[in-house]
C-alpha cells in the first residue's frame, strides 16, 4: 500500500480539517475554530460513533458476518451505519421520526439501509424511534440494537479520536470546547477527553432552545421553555453518554442566533452548514466572550461543524419553509 493511499473508506472517517472562522472570532475578540466533521464520508460528525458502535459490538461478539444493525436516529447516525455496514458486510435498518429533511431520508434509501419512519411522539411514548428500533432489534434475528444514546462506544469514538485531534491540531493549547447534545456523546467525549490533557479547558455546553439540558447543568432541573427547528440537537434527559460530561458552564442559543452564523458563514467564509453547527458557533462566540470575562487572554475555542448545509437544502435553504417557520430568510433566497 503506497504511503499516502489509505486501505479502505472505513479509514475515511474521523480525522477531519479543523478550520479558523474570521466572523466569529472577530465578534468574540478570541480564536474560534470549527472541527470540519462534514467532511466524513457520511457527511456529520455521526460517523465516527457508527464505526465505533459496530466495532465495540464485533469485539464483544454480539455483531457476527452477515448480521444486522438497527438503529433509531435523526437520520445522520443511519447515513453513517448505512455505509459503515456496507463497508463490513452488515444489513442496516434505520427507524426514524418523519419530521425530519427529506434529504435525509432520501439519502438513507439510497444508501441501501431499509428505512422506517413512526410520527414523532415525546421519549415516554412507546411508538418513539428510539422504543421502536430497540423491539425491531430484538425479533430481527442476528441483529444488534446501535443505541447511540446509552451506548458509551458512541461517545469514546470521541474520547479516542475527536478530543486528540483537536489537541493536536491547536498545538496543545485549548482553553475552551462548547457543542450541543443530541445523545451528547460528542461534548461528554470531547470534554472528558480535553480535561484529561488540560483541566483547566472549559467544557460549555450549547443548547438550543426545547431541551432540558441547560436547566439541568444550570439548576439541578430537566426542565424547557420554547421550541426549535435544529435537527439532531434537544436532548430532554440524561442519556448514558451524558452521564459524568465535565460540563463547566452552559448557554442556551436561539434558532434565530444559529441562523445568523449559518448566513453569515455561508455568504462570507464560504461555509454551508446544517442548524446545529450555526447553533454551535454561536455557543462558541458566547464562551469566547465568557473566558475573556473570566481573564483569559487571547482564548482558543473550538467547536464541532457538524454536517453540511445541502443535508438541509429542502428547509433551511427554502424561503417558503423559512416564512412558515416564522425564521428570518436569507437575502440572497429572497432574491431568488
Ligand atoms: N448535529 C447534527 C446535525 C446531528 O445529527 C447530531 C447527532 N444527532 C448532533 C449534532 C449531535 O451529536 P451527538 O449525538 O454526539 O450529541
Known sequence: MPDRALPDSLALIGNTPLVGLAGPSEAAGCDIYGKCEFANPGGSVKDRAALSIVRDAEARGALKPGGTVVEGTAGNTGIGMALVANALGYRTIIVMPDNQSREKMQTLRALGAELRTVPPTKFADPSHFVHTSRRLAKKTPGAIWANQFDNTANRQAHIDGTAPELWDQLDGRIDGFTCAAGTGGTLAGVGLG??????????????????????????????????????????????????????????RVSDEDGLYWVGRLLSEEGLCLGLSSGINVAGAVALGRYLIAQGRAHPRVATILCDSGMRYLSTLYDADWLRAKGLPVFDWLERA
Open 194 to 251: 480535553l480535561k484529561a490533557r488540560d483541566a483547566d479547558c472549559t467544557i460549555a455546553l450549547t443548547d438550543p432552545h426545547g431541551a432540558a439540558l441547560y436547566n439541568y447543568f444550570a439548576c439541578g432541573e430537566l426542565s424547557s421553555e420554547g421550541s426549535s427547528v435544529a435537527e439532531g440537537i434537544g436532548q430532554g434527559r440524561i442519556t448514558g453518554n451524558l452521564e459524568g460530561a465535565p460540563v463547566d458552564t452552559q448557554f
